[in-house]
């Protein structure tokens, strides 16, 4: 940890990159051109760190942790998270009760719309494309064997579809859960993101975003509440500082 540390204050090492990420990419698929991306790359170099101790944050089984995740080399071997961008599919949230302290229920929705699963094929066959190219052929880059989903042909498109269903997590960026609007039978908050029918109540966040970004949620967020800090210094006739 020292070591890491002294890395960091030069602006090196581990602790420098937010999980280990050092480069991200952005492509197009389907058919439809698009001004905006599809799939998003998210590539990790080796860490020295084992895998499988992120099978409680992906809520992966021991049988997937065990026989694939334990068998990543933390020495040698990269990987490449994709990420689906502007997803079709959608999900809600409701509430349990009147009780505020029950957790609301939480329905990811994921790939209800095939679509969705077609554009992560796509940025799957991108990536395994990358290992016939020249750059990867010299450091004999090949594709860790995936130990599920054998009822399917290897490789298919059944089978990248069913590991897609198995494998999928979130990341951590969710958004559009807070709905902005007039209207206090379709949103939930108004125009200044104050809940409505709720005094001195704002919903200041990634939930009012009314759509997914095609980037990560941090820096819109936090322009979102220098907007709101504005407002509420407004409100309450404090000088801009």
């Known amino acids: 940890m020292e070591e890491l540390v002294e890395l960091y204050l030069d602006g090196m090492g581990l602790l420098s990159n937010p999980s280990n990420v050092d480069a991200i990419g952005f492509i197009h698929t389907g058919d439809t051109p698009s001004e905006v991306p599809t799939v998003e790359y998210l590539y990790l170099p080796p860490d020295g760190n084992n895998k499988s101790i992120m099978s409680k944050a992906y809520n992966y089984n021991d049988d997937l942790t065990n026989n694939f995740l ?10 490449i998270y994709l990420a689906l961008l502007h997803e079709k599919s959608t999900g809600q949230i409701t509430l349990q009760s009147t009780d505020p302290t029950d957790f609301p229920n939480i329905d990811l929705n994921m ?13 799957i066959e991108f990536v395994l494309n990358l290992t016939k ?27 990248w579809e069913c590991v897609i269903r198995h494998m999928t997590t979130t990341i951590n960026h969710p958004c559009g859960t807070t709905a902005m609007g007039s209207d206090v039978t ?3 908050v108004d125009g200044n993101l104050k809940v409505h029918g709720i005094d001195k109540l704002r919903v200041v966040d990634a939930g009012v975003f009314p759509t997914t970004i095609s980037g990560h ?13 504005d407002v509420i210094k407004s409100d309450y006739g404090v000088n801009n500082i």
């Open 70 to 79: 334990s068998k990543i080399n933390p020495t040698s071997d990269i990987t």
């Open 111 to 123: 790939f209800a719309e095939s679509e969705d699963v077609d554009n992560l094929i796509e940025g």
């Open 133 to 159: 190219t020249e750059a990867f052929r010299k450091i004999n880059a090949q594709l860790l064997n995936i130990p599920i989903c054998a009822d399917s042909e290897q490789y298919s498109k059944a089978f």
């Open 186 to 188: 379709t949103s939930v």
């Open 217 to 229: 949620t941090n820096a819109p967020t936090v322009m979102v509440a220098e907007k709101i800090s």
